[in-house]
């Protein structure tokens, strides 16, 4: 049997999404996009992979706050 991990396909279907000219989106498109990209968030925030992400974006914003001073 085979199982879909809905985070990997809503990773899939936002780099097909992103993949498209600009030009060829239309408000709603970019909408969609943006909602995806949330749940897509909400789904990987949880996780150790969400964690990690976390950690090192906090620590990057550590270090640019600690170089501006």
Known sequence: ???INVAVLLAVIIVV???RRTE???RND???TV???LVFGILV???AFGQGVLDLV???AAGITD???
Do not use: D
């Open 17 to 19: 999404r992103l993949r």
């Open 1 to 3: 049997m085979l199982t």
């Open 30 to 32: 970019e909408k969609l």
């Open 45 to 47: 925030a949880p996780t």
């Open 35 to 37: 909602l995806i990209v």
């Open 67 to 69: 170089s501006s001073r």
């Open 58 to 60: 906090a620590e990057l």
């Open 24 to 26: 060829a989106r239309s």
